[in-house]
């Protein structure tokens, strides 16, 4: 009897851990790639000439330590991001878990100090569009979700010129920034009205003035025939009175 229930707690125990290490293995890539596709949804509710800030490194110079290098400086830049709209927004609860993804990401990597300052000199400053913004994150989820990364990476030799920093005055929130495009978009349409109203204007004073330029000198015309008959009687007369005169 004692054998039996030993043989049952330990079958018990190991169905209990394989479920375990597949139920986290599941929880450890499909949040991933079910989350992404709500990066689409941000595109689109975003402006898309909308620059937004960017500390970065490119994956030609970060390599294999290209997540590694990125993991910080993306999870700021998403939390700078989520700022600029209302508690209740539905892109912040969007952008907070890519932030929340981050922030385990970066945890379970440890200390990033060391490898980071080895990179110093190759990050950039740059602002994106939304597009290209978004493609980014999009890249290093796919990176990440994929565990194409490492933190033992030889840096390349610093450039011999730093690399430009790239700023805009772009710090108004976005939501306020959307209800203006569309206010820009009325207004303009709205004065597209009036204009319109007044080449219409413009082209008919232009087009009565010429008709009435027409029509005083085609009167004159008129009277100088009109007028001709007399000439020619007071002629004819003349011509009589001369005959007269000579016989």
């Known amino acids: 009897m004692k054998k039996s229930k030993i043989w049952i ?10 479920t375990l290490g597949v139920h986290s293995s599941i929880l450890d890539v499909n949040p991933v790639t079910d989350d992404i596709s709500r990066l689409a949804v941000l595109r689109q509710n975003i402006p898309k000439d909308y620059k937004i800030p960017v500390h970065y490194i ?8 290209w997540v590694t290098l990125n993991v910080f400086y993306l999870e700021k830049s998403l939390d700078d991001l989520a700022a600029k709209f209302g508690n209740i927004s539905s892109n912040k609860k969007d952008i907070s878990i890519f932030i929340q993804m981050l922030q385990e990401l970066r945890i379970n990597m440890g200390s990033l100090d060391e490898i980071m300052m080895d990179y110093e000199c190759h990050y950039r400053q740059e602002r994106w569009q939304t597009a290209r913004y978004f493609d980014f994150v999009k890249d290093f989820l796919i990176a990440a979700q994929n565990r194409n990364y490492s933190d033992d990476c030889e840096p390349p030799t610093c450039p011999t010129t730093p690399y430009i920093v790239i700023t805009d005055d ?22 597209f009205i009036p204009l319109l109203a007044f080449v219409f204007l413009l082209v008919w004073k232009v087009r009565s003035r010429g008709n009435q330029e027409d029509f005083q000198q085609n ?25 007269i005169e000579t016989v």
């Open 170 to 191: 772009q710090d108004l929130d976005l939501e306020p920034r959307i209800l203006s495009d569309m206010m820009e978009r009325s207004l303009l349409s709205l004065l």
């Open 58 to 65: 490119p994956k030609e110079e970060g390599g294999m330590c």
């Open 9 to 18: 707690h330990v079958c018990v125990h190991l169905l209990l851990f394989i």
């Open 219 to 243: 009167p004159e015309e008129g009277g100088t025939e009109a007028t001709a008959p007399p000439l020619d009687a007071e002629i004819s007369e003349k011509i009589k009175l001369n005959v």
